[in-house]
């Protein structure tokens, strides 16, 4: 029988810290690391994971596009493991979308991030990798970053409203169309400042 890693849940401290590079992406600790994530990321049936999911405080994720009843458009890419990510531009326009998090289980928001990203990184081989990414593959990769730099999806949403649980998650669907798929509209503050009451 396999047995799949714990993931790690929110308000484990690995989930806040800085991943640290990774200095040889060809070593059988990297290849194994990326092995289990990606095992662990079909398991919860996730299209990413990042590697502090697993108690694993590196810069190392796993990732997957594919279409689905919430992104219909989204580009085909099968799973693939990113090393040392980067951002190199990311565009003004952002996008709202449904996103869920291994880590934070039971919960969706509604999160607004770029519509399209310049990314580079190391594959396994410790080739460099350098493509544009739009639509649901950006919004993974962005997550799955975040992940490395102890940010939660959490800390992206625009309104606690935008958190809803499981079986409300349809609401947000309602949400999204008077807002619009896209807005031209700045980064939400990470951490929202409640309205005064
Ligand atoms: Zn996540």
């Not at 990042?50 to 989204?74: E, H």
């Not at 399209?116 to 990769?141: C, N, P, S, T």
Request: charge should be negative.
């Amino acid at each position: 029988m396999t047995t799949f890693p714990t993931i790690t849940l929110l308000g484990n401290p690995v989930l806040r810290a800085r991943a640290a590079e990774v200095d040889d992406p060809r070593s059988p600790e990297v290849a194994a690391l990326s092995a289990e994530l990606h095992a662990a990321m079909d398991e919860l049936n996730l299209v990413g994971l990042a590697a502090p999911q697993i108690d694993v405080s590196l810069r190392v994720f796993v990732m997957k596009s594919r279409k689905g009843p919430r992104y219909p458009n989204a580009p085909e890419i099968s799973p693939i493991a990113v090393i040392n990510p980067e951002v190199i531009s990311r565009s003004e326009m952002h996008l709202h979308g449904i996103e869920r998090c291994g880590s934070i289980p039971g919960f969706w928001g509604l999160v607004p991030r770029p519509a399209a990203i310049q990314a580079r990184w190391l594959d396994l081989e410790g080739e460099r990798v350098e493509l544009e990414l739009v639509d649901l593959a950006a919004r993974v990769f962005l997550h799955e970053l975040d992940h490395l730099d102890g940010i939660l999806f959490l800390d992206r949403l625009a309104s606690l409203e935008d958190l809803v649980v499981d079986s409300e998650v349809d609401r947000l669907n309602e949400r999204l169309e008077p807002i619009g798929q896209a807005a031209a509209i700045p980064d939400p503050p990470r951490f929202p400042v409640p309205p005064p009451s």
